[in-house]
């Protein structure tokens, strides 16, 4: 079992950067691979981010590429989303997630989920 608890969202301007972390728990993430989530108000929930369990093959979605980096730090069981130029599309709630070994960017093939953090990006 793995528990995830985010962190680091906010209200930020538009062109501004925060810094999300997933904190986990209960089991080493170091065989995992980890996704980042948002759901907007009224819309399902979006694949963002993830990275390979050995950090060494991420992947992002499209509307994030190039603003965004997730990274990962096994040796303290915490992974991190930077989001830098963000805009007011950028607002949603973000969740961590994790599943065995490789990426996907389908909700469904992930088994453990944080409670979210809330990222509101004001224009």
């Known amino acids: 079992q793995v528990q995830l608890v985010e962190s680091g969202g906010g209200l930020v301007q538009a062109g501004g950067s925060l810094r999300l972390s997933c904190a986990t728990s209960?089991?080493?993430?170091?065989?995992?691979?980890m996704g980042w989530f948002r759901q907007a108000p009224g819309k399902e929930r979006d694949f963002v981010a993830a990275?390979?369990?050995?950090?060494?093959?991420?992947d992002y979605a499209e509307s994030v590429k190039g603003r965004f980096t997730i990274s990962r730090d096994n040796a303290k069981n915490t992974v991190y989303l930077q989001m830098n130029s963000l805009n007011p599309e950028d607002t949603a709630v973000y969740y961590c997630a994790a599943r065995g070994w490789f990426t996907s960017t389908r909700t469904e093939e992930y088994a453990y989920w944080g409670q979210g953090t809330q990222v509101t990006v004001s224009s």
């Open positions: 990275i390979r369990w050995s950090g060494t093959s991420t």
């Open positions: 209960g089991r080493t993430i170091s065989s995992y691979a």
